[in-house]
T-cell receptor, first 112, second 109 residues
Framework: NAGVTQTPKFQVLKTGQSMTLQCAQDMNHNSMYWYRQDPGMGLRLIYYSASEGTTDKGEVPNGYNVSRLNKREFSLRLESAAPSQTSVYFC???????????FGPGTRLTVL | EDQVTQSPEALRLQEGESSSLNCSYTVSGLRGLFWYRQDPGKGPEFLFTLYSAGEEKEKERLKATLTKKESFLHITAPKPEDSATYLCAVQAHGSRLTFGEGTQLTVNP
C-alpha cells in the first residue's frame, strides 16, 4: 500500500511550456484533490474530483486543467506555464465516509 | 468566507517545555477542524479531526481541543522530533478545506 504517489518530484519549465503532474492512490478513495502551497499563502485548492468522472474548480483554477482518468489517478495539466505557477503541488485523497485528506509527497515546480 | 488564523507563526521550545499552538477560525457551519503536521520537503500528515466544541483528541505528546471559535494543539514535554510545521484547516458543511498558514515549531535538545 503506497498511499498517494506523485510524479515527478521536481520539475523546471520555461515560460510557455506545458506539462502534466501525475497523482495516483491505491487506497480505493473516492475523492481526490490538487493543491498548491506557496509561502505566506497556505495550501490552496486548485481542482477536486468527488468521484470518477467528475471534476470541479477550487479556489485557484485559472491556468490549470485536470483529468480523473479512473478511480486511482487524477492528473493536473499546465497548458502554458507561467512564473506565477512556481509552487509546490500536492495531491490528496479522502477515504469513503471520512473527512480527513491524505497527502502525497508533492511536486516542486519552478517556471523560469 | 471561511478564515483560519494560526498563531504564533513560529515557536521555539526547549525539549520538555510544554506549550500550545492556536488556530482561530471563522466558518459558516463547521463540519470539521483538522490538524496536520508537515515536515520540510514532505506532504502534510493527518493528525486529528475535531467535530464539535468540547471535543478533545490525543496522540502521544499532542492533544487537540476545540471551542466554537478556536482550537488548540497542546504539546506536552516536546522532543526534537516534534519539530515541524503544524497546519490547521476547517471545513464548512458542503464546502472544501480552508487551511491556515501554519505554525513552525522548533524543539531544541
Amino acid at each position: 500500500n503506497a498511499g498517494v504517489t506523485q510524479t515527478p518530484k521536481f520539475q523546471v519549465l520555461k515560460t510557455g511550456q506545458s506539462m502534466t503532474l501525475q497523482c495516483a492512490q491505491d487506497m480505493n478513495h473516492n475523492s481526490m484533490y490538487w493543491y498548491r502551497q506557496d509561502p505566506g499563502m497556505g495550501l490552496r485548492l486548485i481542482y477536486y474530483s468527488a468521484s470518477e468522472g467528475t471534476t470541479d474548480k477550487g479556489e485557484v483554477p485559472n491556468g490549470y486543467n485536470v483529468s480523473r482518468l479512473n478511480k486511482r489517478e487524477f492528473s493536473l495539466r499546465l497548458e502554458s506555464a507561467a512564473p506565477s505557477q512556481t509552487s509546490v503541488y500536492f495531491c490528496a485523497s479522502t477515504p469513503p465516509g471520512r473527512d480527513e485528506q491524505f497527502f502525497g509527497p508533492g511536486t516542486r515546480l519552478t517556471v523560469l | 468566507e471561511d478564515q483560519v488564523t494560526q498563531s504564533p507563526e513560529a515557536l521555539r521550545l526547549q525539549e520538555g517545555e510544554s506549550s500550545s499552538l492556536n488556530c482561530s477560525y471563522t466558518v459558516s457551519g463547521l463540519r470539521g477542524l483538522f490538524w496536520y503536521r508537515q515536515d520540510p520537503g514532505k506532504g502534510p500528515e493527518f493528525l486529528f479531526t475535531l467535530y464539535s466544541a468540547g471535543e478533545e483528541k490525543e496522540k502521544e505528546r499532542l492533544k487537540a481541543t476545540l471551542t466554537k471559535k478556536e482550537s488548540f494543539l497542546h504539546i506536552t514535554a516536546p522532543k526534537p522530533e516534534d519539530s515541524a510545521t503544524y497546519l490547521c484547516a476547517v471545513q464548512a458543511h458542503g464546502s472544501r478545506l480552508t487551511f491556515g498558514e501554519g505554525t513552525q515549531l522548533t524543539v531544541n535538545p
